[in-house]
């Protein structure tokens, strides 16, 4: 720090400490006041990509066909599933369904249309058709239809008969679909740059008035989804079930975001406590730190809760982060202080706080950016969770430095200095044995520094980005055993949608019938039905959809798949065997009773019969699923094998939204570990002044980030939402290590431009510093292995193992490094 700023510093911060405090606190309060409204978001727009087309594109078609809101309950009864016992358990699970506020309606296979139980004609098709319930239905042959019909079979029933499924469907919230669309349509204004001045106003006002509907709206759906467990477990001596759905995964996720947030907040600041007894004994050296770390998280949780800014799934973790990043700050505040007091015991207490600001200020500024490049990175991720998760962490850091240079130094001053620390620092006597050991292997630390560049090398080039989304649960949680259960059972958990819209011909052909149907219009008797022109309702395009059908039901990762060719499999059933002619196909089309239509034909066909949609289920759970590839495939199979024009040709669901995301991952792991090396880099050139010694500072930590990516890869752990961040936090907490040892290099060199004497001096000084920072940021990543969610299992070990690989590099590559190069100039020759 320079003389001026040190000197305000001091007349400001230092000399009225009590001043200095109050300000902290007001802030403190402020903020603290608004942590109420510190809010959580799991839902699917938090795990996609920013501006995905494809998002938009499946809300327009869950509008026409249906939406993935709604839960579904595996049902194993214990005595047979036909029986009066098993039947009345499944009845009044129904019934309690039903009577739930925001359920729409309950199926299960007491309410589905039966057809072939006996067999009935298409004519009868029109009347109303018979279910479970109907009184004197065969329960036998009912259970036969139930296992062989091709609209049934795996879907509402698993093969060996033995488990059901009853599906909950929520009601169509048209309010926030509104306010969803509304929001959709100006941002798109915004993004083209064609928005008024009014228009952004409303953009505002609706932004803001969707995320508090959002947020009621999660909120509701959360009451139905314990109301729904609560019923299951009045009923659980009857049968062995299982909750699934998107709204049941996106309500357990904020369990586990709570979950998360509490444990590790709390898990996090215990261990840290410790850490610090063990580091310094002395209470003092205790509570300040810790009042930094709660000051740090309180302010910024209410400065989230201010701003109405919603953590997700990946931000979860920034309490725990900031907490090891403030203890991070106060520890090197703490060992300045100290060495300086056994190096000048007799001066006053504000002379020596000032004297350790002014000595540790300006490595711990630039650490703090630098660590502020590297979370800043992922803002070019294009991920909407991993954009707020790098704002959370910059604008947490940057609190972080600030509050605490006031509110540490200011408590500090108002104490005694106490006693010097004793000489005899076992922890000092530990670096420097570290620092004899770089000294004399300076060869030995080179070639594994190569050889396990070469190891991450090979490790880099097999990382993947495909994984299980049932991998991302503990074996242990409901999401998991449900998701299970129903990819072994019922047909697969993940939906894929394919839409085939009618081809240009027929659009062309379609103006022409119109226009000779205008003309023969009176031609036709009053209730008489006419034959439609429909592209995909008729004999030969059904044929064609069916053939599409048993290709997709013929892929080993595909579980269940329903189409139109579902309906028209049973109505040949029906009619010995015969698919029903384009006339019976008409009847069927306008006098099928409304809900036997929607279950069979609606959810599968426009209205105008000019778009079909085929929906499957992947079967999440199954080892060798890789989604890119497998779309890839259908989609060559129907573009080049049928003949579809690939712009007829579109794949939706859910699916579709994480694979888009996935295989971001990969352009995102690129592009942010780019952004943070060049960032750090500039740093680096600009702290020291020299383009050499910026260039070997940043070695030891491309190894440690390149290390961590290659045990990765060769352990065969994909890239996700969560560790796709770890290269680039790493870079940037492991940076601090570097700049607190050059700068102290830098302040050593002079004394006796003896390289191997300075390592020992930086080593017993400075490296105490990076000793305690490591270890107590690497244990504290390590508590994340407590989570129930696997990719923040990973993402704790894989960035506390990253440390550890930083430490060693700043304590014995770096070192070495600088010994070799020398790139202070020559030393002074003795």
């Not at 926030?176 to 100006?186: M, P, T």
């Not at 400065?303 to 090197?332: E, K, P, Q």
């Not at 990543?781 to 440390?803: C, E, N, Q």
Request: a negative charge; aromatic letters at 10%; one cysteine or more.
């Amino acid at each position: 720090m320079s003389k001026v700023l040190i000197h305000f510093y001091d007349r400001v911060v230092l000399e009225k400490p009590w001043i200095s405090l109050l300000f902290v606190g007001l802030i403190v309060a402020f903020f603290g006041y608004h942590t109420p409204n510190f809010k959580l978001d799991a839902s699917g727009e938090s795990l996609v990509l920013e501006n995905d087309e494809s998002l938009r594109y499946y809300r327009h078609i869950t509008k026409l066909y249906g939406s993935d809101d709604f839960l579904f309950i595996t049902y194993t009864p214990k005595e047979d599933m036909m029986s009066e016992n098993s039947l009345a358990g499944l009845k009044a699970l129904r019934d309690e369904f039903s009577k739930l506020e925001g359920v729409s309606s309950v199926v299960s296979i007491l309410d589905v249309p039966l057809l072939n139980s006996p067999k009935i004609k298409v004519s009868e098709l029109t009347e109303e058709v018979r279910t479970l319930e109907t009184e004197g239905m065969d329960k036998e042959l009912a259970r036969r239809e139930f296992l062989e019909s091709p609209i049934y079979k795996t879907l509402l029933m698993s093969q060996d008969g033995k488990t059901t499924a009853i599906q909950v469907n929520f009601e169509r919230d048209e309010k926030y679909f509104s306010l969803l669309h509304k929001r959709n349509d100006l941002r798109e204004k915004s993004r083209a740059s064609t928005i008024t001045e009014k228009e952004s106003e409303e953009l505002e006002r609706v932004v803001k008035e969707f995320n508090d509907y959002h947020a009621l709206m999660l909120e509701k759906e959360s009451r139905i989804i314990e109301e729904v467990r609560r019923i299951i477990d009045k009923h659980r001596d009857k049968a062995k079930m299982f909750l699934g759905g998107v709204p049941m995964i996106v309500a357990d996720m904020i369990t586990f975001i709570e979950h998360d947030l509490v444990v590790f907040g709390f898990g996090v600041l215990g261990f840290l406590v410790l850490a610090l007894f063990f580091f310094f004994r002395h209470l003092r050296w205790v509570i300040l730190p810790v009042c930094c770390c709660c000051i740090t998280a309180l302010t910024m949780v209410g400065y989230l809760g201010f701003l109405d800014w919603r953590v997700t799934v990946i931000s979860s973790n920034f309490i725990s982060i900031l907490l090891i990043i403030t203890m991070a700050l106060t520890i090197h505040l703490i060992v300045r202080y100290r060495d300086l007091h056994v190096e000048v015991p007799e001066i006053d207490q504000r002379t020596l706080v000032l004297k350790a600001v002014h000595h540790i200020a300006k490595p711990c500024f630039y650490t703090a950016v630098t660590t502020i490049v590297a979370f800043s990175s992922l803002v070019v991720s294009g991920i909407r969770p991993v954009i707020d998760f790098g704002w959370i962490m910059t604008i947490g850091i940057s609190l972080a430095f600030i509050l605490n240079f006031i509110f540490f130094p200011a408590a500090l001053v108002l104490l005694k200095p106490g006693d010097p620390v004793s000489d005899k620092d076992p922890t000092k006597k530990f670096t420097l044995a570290i620092a004899e050991f770089t000294r004399n292997n300076i060869k030995l630390i080179m070639g594994v520094s190569i050889a396990l560049a070469v190891i991450s090398v090979a490790g880099i080039t097999r990382l993947e980005v495909e994984n299980r989304f049932i991998d991302n649960f503990n074996d242990s949680t409901e999401i998991y055993q449900g998701m299970e259960v129903i990819d072994k059972k019922l047909g697969g958990t993940t939906p894929l949608d394919i839409i085939i819209d009618a081809d240009d011909e027929f659009w062309e052909y379609l103006k022409e019938m119109e226009e000779e149907e205008e003309m023969f219009e009176d031609d036709y008797e009053e209730g008489q039905v006419q034959n439609e022109e429909t592209y995909w309702f008729n004999e030969d395009m059904l044929n064609k959809v069916e053939e599409i059908h048993d290709y997709l039901d013929s892929l080993p990762e595909v579980g269940k798949v329903r189409s139109i060719s579902t309906a028209m499999k049973a109505f040949k059933i029906i009619n010995d065997g015969m698919m029903p002619d384009d006339f019976e196909l008409a009847i069927i089309r306008k006098k099928l009773p409304e809900d036997v239509k929607k279950a069979l034909v609606s959810s599968y066909l426009s209205e105008d019969a000019n778009q079909v949609r085929i929906s499957m289920r992947l079967i999440d759970s199954a080892p060798n699923l890789r989604r890119n590839d497998l779309i890839n495939k259908i989609k060559q199979h129907l573009v080049d094998g049928m003949k579809f024009a690939e712009k007829d040709v579109k794949f939706t669901g859910m699916v579709i939204l994480y694979n888009n995301m996935l295989q971001s991952l990969y352009k995102s792991q690129i592009l942010t570990i780019g952004v943070v090396f060049f960032g750090i880099l500039l740093m680096f050139t600009l702290l020291f002044r020299n383009l050499s010694l910026a260039v070997i500072a940043i070695i030891p930590n491309i190894l440690s980030a390149g290390l961590v990516l290659g045990i990765m890869g060769l352990f065969g752990i994909p890239l996700d939402m969560m560790t796709t961040t770890i290269a680039a936090i790493t870079v940037g907490i492991a940076v601090d290590d570097t700049i607190h040892y050059i700068h102290r290099f830098k302040v050593e060199f002079p004394k006796d431009r003896n390289y191997l004497e300075t390592v020992n001096r930086c080593h017993g000084s400075i490296g105490k510093a990076i000793y305690y920072t490591s270890l107590t940021i690497t244990m504290g990543f390590s508590i994340l292995a407590l989570s129930k969610f696997t990719p923040t299992i990973y993402f704790g070990l894989l960035t506390g193992a990253a440390m550890m690989v930083a430490l060693l590099g700043a304590l014995t590559l770096l070192p070495a490094l600088i010994v070799v190069f020398k790139p202070l100039g020559q030393a002074r020759v003795e």
